[in-house]
């Protein structure tokens, strides 16, 4: 079993929808949790934190299920510049970073 | 907003040469990593770096791969003779901690190309 994945997609959304990603951990000692955004060929961008309250930030939200060991994001009112790779990280308990392989999401007009 | 900085952003060498990447990270930052990525393939770990010494690397950072620091500003990752499958986007990243919610800051990118 991996140790983290994603649905690689791609997601194909309308302009305005809301979307959701889940991401599975299997390592249940893992420490933190973030998901960052990748545009083509471009450096992965940390998007958000991911709080055990779970968090928000505009458009985004963003929540953790330590029992079933799994992250979410949620997207409102997409928009066209969402359109991107959303790579989900877990920090395990020795401190490394475990990377997703990504969801691309493509924003249609 | 302080970032991280990469040189040069491509770089084109040929299989048996050596390739210097260099990355300036934040400057109050204390840790810093070396990442690669080939083209539509994960992100993977190669190297983290804290007080002057290597403090984990992956599978991938053989023999053929070195970091070091030599200023205090820079931070490089040599490739002594590079292979084709060297051939990925290099991503430094640096954060101010190791610890629980510590967000990594990666830099641009150099794109490795070995022909």
């Known amino acids: 079993r991996k140790e983290v994945e994603q649905d690689p997609g791609p997601f194909n959304v309308p302009e305005g929808a809301t979307v959701a990603f889940n991401c599975t951990y299997s390592n249940s000692a893992s420490q933190s949790f973030f998901w960052y955004r990748q545009d083509c060929r471009k450096e992965p961008k940390l998007l958000m934190s991911v709080y055990s309250s779970g968090n928000e930030d505009g458009r985004f939200t963003a929540q953790l299920n330590r029992a079933s060991q799994y992250i979410s994001l949620l997207i409102r009112d997409s928009k066209l510049s969402d359109s991107a790779t959303y790579l989900c990280v877990v920090r395990d308990s020795n401190y490394q970073l475990i990377w997703g392989a990504g969801t691309k999401l493509i924003i249609k007009p | 907003e302080p970032e991280v900085t990469q040189t040069p952003s491509h770089q084109v060498t040929q299989m048996g040469q050596e390739v210097i990447l260099r990355c300036v990270p934040i400057s109050n930052h204390l840790y810093f990593y070396w990442y690669r990525q080939i083209l539509g393939q994960k992100v993977e770990f190669l190297v983290s770096?804290?007080?002057?010494?290597?403090?984990?690397k992956s599978e991938i950072f053989d023999d053929q791969f070195s970091v070091e620091r030599p200023d205090g500003s820079n931070f490089t990752l040599k490739i002594r003779s590079t292979k084709l499958e060297d051939s990925a986007m290099y991503f430094c990243?640096?954060?101010?901690?190791?610890?629980?919610?510590?967000?990594?800051?990666f830099g641009n990118g150099t794109r490795l190309t070995v022909t």
């Open positions: 770096f804290y007080n002057n010494e290597i403090s984990e």
């Open positions: 990243a640096s954060s101010l901690r190791d610890g629980e919610n510590s967000p990594l800051h």
